[in-house]
């Protein structure tokens, strides 16, 4: 099939995605989804791994904050905007010499065009950005995003912001009630002079590897360790390519942060990895870096490939997802705890699935086509799948895998489905994947009620080029540090470090103390989260920033920085009746 250029599938952003197991399978009659919301997360505990007799864990989801895409009530049908899906970045605070973007996520009725509504930004009754909204973006949202749109310098007090859908009223049907439509803030701009010396000076600081141009921040963790990180950049890059045969036709711009964003990372012309030394959300960076390479590499020689292919292949070629894998014994895994979603359902909406299921199964499906195919011809399918082949993606699959190698989408996925159901249950990987799931979705109930701005479905995702040169670097370093924050932060690095070393049940507990907090929200009832609670508090008020725990008994490792600096300094502290003291 002769490759047509249409730029339909070209999303500037893909998602990294990774592979954790968690208590969280689904019935095989629904599909898991990112967005749902349900039932309570059950106060289980997981089986040791050498146990060959113990059952699995309950599968539950668990329960998170109700969003525009994730609610029981019925639909709304007007057009309409709330404060709380109204974004000011940079995040969570304002200082005076920021540029600050808006971003709107706004309720758009189906008979309305996003594009056909205006949005109007005031800042004290000054229009300061206008526009419309864009289609709706991965969560539903239909988005209004102005960049950099308000310079705050000299600003400092609290300003009346004024965000207004349709303000024209040349909406009518769809949108009968005008008084949904616009939203009030008060924002406070507050003096730089409050900043910490590192922010208040923080320039970006540039290196170069035979592969990559390489972008951090001054006075951020990847700024202390840019000399290993070259390395690991060069090795991944090199990875990636060799992975997909391809050497490279240009310099690649990689730009580390200092701030979760999503699942660590994205990608579109450079790429774009979280590193910092409070990384909550997996610590598989060198995957997350291979990854990303794969996406900006493949686009070589696939500029239009669908989504689908596009992230399995980036899992593929890394060799897993959050860390090295055996793919097919994984997606044996994903089908035995039910989790298994039908490949033309997952191809045609493929975002929307719950993200390890999505990625895992992806990666799957590929590794099945080139071991059973060949690689040179699985390279030249994969360029030529394209969304404008067909009125559906997974119509274009089917079109293109009759064309390349004889066989239906249909065929291909029940030959894949026998060939995994011959493969031995490998019961340590059953538990491994049900408790990475587990992780990574009460990670994303966190981002839900403390990060809002880092969950992957809604996050904004700059451009780093643009953003270099017209925005600030606090877009990409400045993230919420409340208490409530850092401690539930590192207890979820914690879990995840539990969960690299195969010991789930200390991750599971891990798991249960976060939920009970984000439960009752972000009241510390639970006995495991208030200790780790009351040693954050207690660093925090010697003027430490925590940033890993480690808890054994009445022991804690600690790896905290001082005031104004990324240095890291290991501590000990020991338990004296309810307080945590220092014994170093």
Not at 326 to 336: E, G, K
Not at 357 to 366: N, P, T
């Amino acid at each position: 099939m002769s490759r047509k250029f249409f730029g339909l599938i070209a999303l500037f952003v893909l998602l990294v995605a990774a592979g954790c197991g968690s208590p969280t399978a689904l019935p095989t009659s629904n599909t898991p989804t990112e967005a749902a919301s349900s039932t309570n997360l059950p106060k289980d505990t997981a089986v040791a791994p050498d146990n060959p007799t113990a059952q699995l864990p309950p599968t539950n989801t668990p329960t998170l904050p109700a969003t525009p895409t994730a609610t029981a009530v019925a639909p709304q049908v007007d057009l309409s905007l709330e404060e709380n899906n109204i974004f000011l970045y940079p995040v969570p605070a304002i200082y005076a010499g920021d540029k600050v973007t808006f971003q709107v996520l706004a309720h758009v009725p189906e008979n309305v065009d996003p594009r056909s509504v205006t949005v109007h930004v005031l800042v004290d009754y000054q229009d300061v950005a206008e526009g419309t909204l864009s289609s709706p973006n991965l969560a539903g949202n239909a988005v209004g995003l102005f960049e950099w749109a308000w310079d705050t310098t000299d600003n400092v007090g609290e300003h009346l912001v004024h965000v207004i859908l349709d303000r024209f009223d040349t909406v009518s049907a769809g949108d009968e009630n005008k008084d949904n439509n616009q939203v009030m803030l008060t924002v406070a701009v507050r003096d730089p002079l409050e900043l910490p010396p590192n922010e208040r000076n923080a320039t970006w600081v540039t290196a170069e590897t035979d592969c990559c141009n390489v972008y951090v921040v001054s006075g951020t963790a990847a700024y202390r360790d840019l000399p290993d990180l070259l390395v690991k950049v060069e090795t991944a890059v090199d990875q990636a390519a060799a992975s997909l045969e391809e050497e490279l036709n240009r310099k690649i711009d990689v730009y580390l942060i200092d701030r979760v964003i999503g699942q660590g990372g994205y990608a579109g012309n450079a790429i774009v990895i979280s590193y910092l030394d409070r990384q909550y959300a997996s610590q598989g960076f060198e995957q997350v870096l291979v990854h990303e390479a794969v996406h900006i590499i493949d686009r070589q020689f696939a500029p239009d490939r669908i989504t689908f292919l596009a992230e399995g292949m980036a899992v593929w070629g890394s060799g897993g997802h959050y860390k090295p894998e055996n793919i097919p014994q994984r997606a044996a895994a994903l089908v035995a705890l039910q989790q298994y979603v039908p490949l033309a359902q997952l191809i045609d909406n493929f975002y929307p699935v719950q993200h390890e299921v999505g990625y895992l199964e992806s990666a799957g499906f590929v590794d099945y086509l080139i071991n059973t195919y060949g690689w040179p011809g699985f390279k030249q399918f994969y360029a030529d799948v394209a969304a404008a082949d067909a009125p559906t993606m997974s119509q274009a699959m089917d079109l293109n895998l009759q064309q390349y190698f004889g066989v239906t989408l249909a065929q291909a996925e029940a030959d894949w489905l026998a060939y995994l159901a011959t493969l031995p249950e490998d019961r340590n990987m059953l538990i491994d994947l049900q408790t990475t799931i587990r992780y990574f979705n009460v990670m994303r109930y966190y981002q839900r009620a403390y990060d809002p701005t880092a969950y992957f479905l809604t996050a904004w995702l700059p451009y780093p080029g643009s953003l270099k040169t017209e925005g600030n670097p606090a877009d990409l370093t400045r993230h919420p540090q409340g208490e409530v924050n850092v401690t539930l932060e590192v207890m979820l690095q914690a879990a995840d470090v539990a969960l690299r070393a195969g010991d789930y049940n200390k991750a599971n507990v891990l798991l249960d103390s976060v939920t009970r907090v984000l439960d009752n929200d972000g009241v510390f009832i639970d006995p495991l989260a208030a200790s780790y609670l009351n040693l954050v508090h207690s660093l925090t008020g010697q003027g430490y920033e925590v940033h890993q725990v480690r808890l054994s008994g009445d022991r804690a490792e600690v790896q905290v920085s001082g005031a104004n600096t990324a240095v890291l300094t290991p501590l000990t502290l020991v338990l004296s009746g309810q307080n945590w003291v220092l014994s170093n």
